[in-house]
């Protein structure tokens, strides 16, 4: 029923306190369209909406990992112009915490002279550090206030995007599946509606959630963390947000773009991924799944293979599924926030959905499709793609062969990843025999007897593979 993910540039909307964004455009080098707006770079500590002190101690920290550090590559780590972390660095360089070993490289003619001053921690530096290393080791960008956030989020949240038949046959368009499961999932997109897929395992389900985020909208900026009442809640997670790459946008860089995000989660999932989840090592908190999926999709594959209930997901979810908030518990500030649920959620399950939650459940999750076994015609169609794109030729005839030598006597039913898998193994092991890479007999054999691995062979019900020429 598929083929393999899509993964498109996204397309849409913007974050907080912000003004519009130059537009990246879409010319010949490929690069996707930018946001429409962007936070601005702050020009003092003012504009941080942080405390000094906590400024103050993030660049002690910073110092006390990295060593002797330039002036411009303190505020890099900081993710802080240098006019606005100079005043920190004045400041503790002022009472004693910080000295500079004099200039280590040319100042460059748009820089201050103290850009180019390595500086390094004092005796009583270090000792202040390890001193705030024991309340939190959080030494990465400096964190966004967290009204800052909710105003991104709201925008998220508010946003409908163009989402039409059209769009949504251009983003799954790479994947051979049935109109009207295109149709559920785009109307699913459309109302910014949870969205239950089902069905017999390796026809698509996970390859429709990569493609769906491709029309939700433009690139978003998200905040590499939140400071939450004196607490940091990191967001940005490499596995889950994918960098846009192109020519910078000025904006602040304790933001960055990233595409719309696909947060996946399958049998690993456990309840303490929902909430945010403080580490007594660190001393900071991360963001729980589902924010890190705002503005893009929560997927929960194999739903009902959790560790945690079925129920049990649905019931911490239900609230901000039907009131649009999620009410996060930050335990060592000893308060509650609220945040904008801007996320889609997305259940994928090969399990029977009537089993797993009962019908008022069901009757909230509002949309839902069987992704089916492809048919016969789908099935050669996915084969005919997937040799196109491993540089095979395809042959109708070994199909024919395949399906009647190894599907029919075993009744074996089809699944769409199955010619992915094949042909990959075709052309694996062609170059392990030092053979073409074809649709032989010799070779549909072999990979077909390696990936089906079934006993029947060894009743003689189904020929043996060749052996190895010599």
Not at 232 to 251: Q, S, T, W
Not at 335 to 347: D, E, F, H, K, R
Not at 413 to 435: E, N
Request: glycine share 8%.
């Amino acid at each position: 029923m598929t083929t393999h993910p899509v993964r498109r540039p996204a397309p849409a909307p913007p974050p907080p306190r912000s003004g519009p964004a130059p537009s990246r455009g879409s010319g010949p080098s490929g690069d996707p369209p930018g946001p429409a707006f962007c936070p601005p770079p702050p020009s003092s500590l003012a504009d941080l909406g942080l405390p000094f002190a906590f400024i103050c101690d993030l660049i002690l920290r910073i110092l006390y990992f990295n060593g002797n550090v330039l002036g411009r590559d303190l505020g890099a780590l900081a993710c802080l112009p240098w006019p606005v972390t100079s005043e920190a660095v004045a400041f503790i360089t002022k009472e004693g915490f910080c000295g500079t070993t004099g200039a280590r490289t040319a100042t460059k003619a748009h820089e201050d002279f103290a850009e180019g001053l390595e500086y390094v921690l004092t005796a009583s530096g270090r000792e202040r550090a390890r001193e705030t290393l024991q309340l939190s080791q959080y030494a990465g960008p400096a964190p966004v206030p967290i009204s800052d956030y909710l105003a991104s989020a709201r925008s998220l949240a508010t946003d409908t995007g163009e989402i039409s038949a059209r769009s949504m046959r251009h983003a799954l368009g790479d994947l051979v599946i049935p109109r009207s499961v295109v149709d559920v999932v785009g109307s699913a997109l459309t109302a910014r509606q949870a969205l239950f897929l089902f069905g017999p395992p390796g026809n698509g389900k996970s390859s429709i959630a990569d493609a769906c985020a491709a029309v939700l909208g433009n690139p978003i900026f998200i905040p590499h963390a939140l400071y939450v009442h004196g607490e940091v809640v990191r967001i940005f997670d490499p596995i889950h947000h994918r960098l846009v790459e192109g020519p910078p946008i000025a904006h602040d860089r304790r933001w960055t773009l990233v595409y719309r995000p696909v947060v996946r989660t399958g049998g690993e999932l456990r309840a303490q991924q929902l909430e945010p989840a403080f580490d007594r090592v660190l001393g900071f908190y991360e963001a729980p799944l589902q924010v890190k999926a705002n503005g893009g999709i929560f997927h929960v594959d194999d739903f009902g293979r959790q560790v945690i209930s079925p129920r049990e997901i649905l019931n911490r979810l239900i609230v901000p599924l039907e009131t649009g908030v999620d009410h996060l518990n930050i335990a060592r500030a000893g308060t509650t926030v609220s945040v904008p649920y801007a996320t889609i959620l997305l259940l994928s399950t090969n399990l029977d959905p009537s089993e797993l939650v009962d019908e008022a459940f069901l009757r909230r999750v509002r949309y839902k499709a069987l992704v089916g076994d492809p048919s016969p015609d789908d099935f050669r169609a996915i084969f005919r793609q997937v040799c196109r794109d491993g540089g095979v030729t395809y042959d109708d005839q070994a199909v024919d062969y395949l399906l009647a030598t190894h599907y029919a006597p075993a009744g074996r039913p089809l699944r769409g990843c199955q010619p992915r898998d094949l042909v990959s193994q075709i052309v694996s092991t062609a170059r392990y025999l030092d053979k073409p890479a074809e649709l032989s007999r010799e070779l549909i054999d072999r990979v077909a007897h390696a990936y089906f691995a079934d006993f029947r062979y060894a009743a003689g019900l189904l020929p043996e593979p060749p052996a190895p020429a010599e």
